[in-house]
């Protein structure tokens, strides 16, 4: 696991499995990078809560970066992007 601080408040954790965007500690992106056989390979997840405006357009901004024409992008809930990364906030 590799911790990087991507912008102020921002961090990105990396994972072979994944890549996690957080704003204020609290998973807004998950970038699937698991292996040809999992289902969620080329799934971004976005939590869909909603947090307040500076978190919003922190996500916002890091979606808009993201390279997505190989990607499907899926609304998750708090609860299901912790289950699946195990990341806890």
Do not use: C
Request: proline share 3%; aromatic share 10%; net charge positive.
């Amino acid at each position: 696991m590799r911790i990087i601080n991507y912008k102020s408040n921002q961090t990105l954790v990396e994972t072979k499995d994944y890549t996690a965007f957080l704003s204020y500690g609290v998973p807004q992106v998950v970038v699937m990078h698991v292996n040809d056989s999992s289902q969620l390979k080329g799934i971004i997840l976005i939590n869909s809560k909603t947090y307040s405006n500076t978190t919003s357009r922190h996500r916002n901004s890091y979606i808009n970066s993201l390279d997505t024409k190989y990607y499907t992008m899926r609304p998750a809930t708090p609860s299901e992007i912790q289950e699946i990364t195990g990341l806890e906030w």
